[in-house]
Every structure is written in structure tokens, then in C-alpha cells.
């Protein structure tokens, strides 16, 4: 059986890593819903950074209420299994006879959020969400949140 790792550890670990990547890793790990809406608004905070920083005349600053609601989707996507529910992330569903190829995922064994659902819930349509927002959703929110984990790892690695 493996030792379980001690709470000052922990704490130890977590003191290393900047203040975002902090409240990113206390949510998704510990469960601690009250750092939600600090996440989404650093993430938000930041990718509005980077686009002044590119000068770039995106939709983005007209509606940064929809960039916070972006920022949640990210939070969500980078929160979950990713899974495929309907094959349990194997790839294939036994049929009895034979294994095929899962049809929900086209046994990839990954769940596929589809841009239809992701605008839906943004309240747009398929193809302003492809236009404006995916890309942004994509390479810079998930990337962001993937850099604190990384964050988490490097922290881990170089203090115990």
C-alpha cells in the first residue's frame, strides 16, 4: 500500500506555484468550488492581456461577460475525465458476438464536446463560436490551465 502524503506536504508544494495555478489546482483537486470564479477571472484576465498585447480588434472586448462564461466552459472541459460515457474510455463496446468500434467516439475512447453544445451554452451560434471563440477556447484558455497543471507536475518533481 502506498503512504499517503501528508497535508504539510501538500502545503509545501502548493507554496511554490504562482497564485492562479494555486486556485486552479485547489479546485479541480480538492473540490473547492469557492475558487471557480477566481479561476475563470484570471483565465479571462489574461487571455484579454494577451490579445492588447497583439492589438488585435476581436470581438472579445466588447463582451467580456461572454468571455467569463468561455473562461467557465475551459474550467469545465480541463476539469473533466474527458471519457467517453458511452464506452467508459476503452474505445470499443462488446456486443456479445463480436467488439466494435465505439460509434460515440469513434473509438478514440475521448469524449467529443461538440461546438454546438459549447455555443449553445455560450448562448451564440455554431459559426460565431467557430469564427471567434474556439480558437481562443482552445489554444489559449486550455493551454493556459494544461500550464498549470504543468506547474503542479514541475512542483512536485523538484521539491519531493
Not at 506555484?17 to 477566481?38: M, N, P
Not at 466552459?73 to 468500434?101: M, P, Q, S
Not at 489559449?140 to 512536485?156: K, P, R, V
Amino acid at each position: 500500500m502506498r503512504p499517503r502524503i501528508r497535508s504539510e506536504t501538500i502545503c509545501y508544494v502548493l507554496a511554490g506555484l504562482s497564485k492562479e495555478a494555486s486556485d486552479f489546482v485547489r479546485f479541480k483537486y480538492s473540490g473547492d468550488e469557492t475558487r471557480r470564479g477566481k479561476v475563470a477571472h484570471a483565465l479571462a484576465e489574461r487571455v484579454l492581456r494577451r490579445q492588447r498585447k497583439r492589438k488585435s480588434k476581436r470581438y472579445l472586448f466588447n463582451s467580456p461577460n461572454h468571455l467569463i462564461q468561455l473562461a467557465h466552459v475551459a474550467i469545465d472541459e480541463a476539469n473533466g475525465d474527458g471519457l467517453c460515457t458511452t464506452c467508459n474510455g476503452k474505445g470499443w463496446i462488446d456486443t456479445g458476438v463480436k467488439r466494435i468500434d465505439c460509434f460515440a467516439c469513434e473509438g478514440a475512447g475521448v469524449r467529443k464536446t461538440g461546438d454546438r453544445a459549447i455555443a449553445d451554452r455560450l448562448g451564440c451560434s455554431v459559426q460565431f463560436y467557430r469564427k471567434e471563440w474556439k480558437s481562443i477556447l482552445e489554444r489559449q484558455m486550455l493551454g493556459i490551465l494544461a500550464s498549470y497543471e504543468g506547474d503542479l507536475y514541475n512542483a512536485f518533481r523538484e521539491r519531493l
